[in-house]
């Protein structure tokens, strides 16, 4: 069965400060997707990137980027600069079993917070 | 495009009451929409998954006489809590999948939050 582990409940970082998000997977599949989304306190589930399993360039959009690599089943998210509407709860997610079947399961998040 | 909506975004009811919860796509047909459960600081747990026009299926540990799916059309899925209790109380978030898109992308909807008294 697929398992997300997000290792880090909590991240607590000052404003300006690199931080990375850690996430690892395991699933037997071949095929299968990763994503990221962003949980502001508001609730709302915000879609950040989606990675397929055949394609572990690494991502940068703006100040967010994405380390996935295949040989440590790891998809890693680092924030570059941090701001402070950056604080929220960041969950990592596996798709396998692609088709109409497919269900997503989350990682456990982990809460960023970042002060002044 | 590709918008969730879900109503109510919040709710307090009595003990013993039933809540439905309505989840709809705005801009597509969802052949597939999927009911998550999040309690505070957890993650979320799919509940079940149901497809237009069938039966859901209901994750291992979901009551399925407790927590009733209908998807009754290409656009609307509901949740119906029945004989609501405090342990009832979290945050229901719906999904969506687009019949005709990515099989692998779901759009999500901004949660219900419930409060049971």
Not at chain 2, 3 to 28: A, N, Y
């Amino acid at each position: 069965a697929q398992k997300v582990t997000q290792a880090q409940t909590e991240i607590s970082v000052v404003e300006k400060e690199d931080v990375t998000l850690d996430c690892v997977y395991e699933t037997r599949d071949t095929t299968y997707y990763l994503f990221w989304y962003k949980q502001p306190p508001s609730g709302e589930l915000v879609f950040l990137i989606r990675r397929n399993s055949f394609d572990e360039q690494n991502e940068i959009s703006g100040r967010y980027s994405w380390n996935f690599q295949k040989s440590t089943s790891s998809f890693n998210f680092t924030i570059t600069a941090s701001q402070v509407v950056d604080s929220a709860v960041y969950f990592c997610a596996l798709i396998d079993n692609t088709g109409t079947a497919s269900k997503l399961t989350f990682g456990t998040g982990t809460r960023l917070q970042v002060t002044l | 495009g590709a918008v969730v909506s879900q109503h109510p975004s919040w709710v307090i009811c009595k003990s013993g009451t039933s809540v439905k919860i309505e989840c709809r796509s705005l801009d597509f047909q969802a052949t597939t929409m999927f009911w998550y459960r999040q309690f505070p600081k957890q993650s979320l747990m799919l509940m079940a998954t149901s497809n237009e026009g069938s039966k859901a299926t209901y994750e291992q540990g979901v009551e399925k006489d407790k927590f009733l799916i209908n998807h009754a059309s290409l656009t609307l899925s509901t949740l119906t809590v029945t004989s609501a209790h405090p342990e009832d109380s979290s945050f229901y978030i719906c999904s969506a999948r687009d019949g005709q898109g990515d099989y692998n992308e779901q759009f999500f909807g901004p949660g219900t939050r419930l409060t049971v008294l």
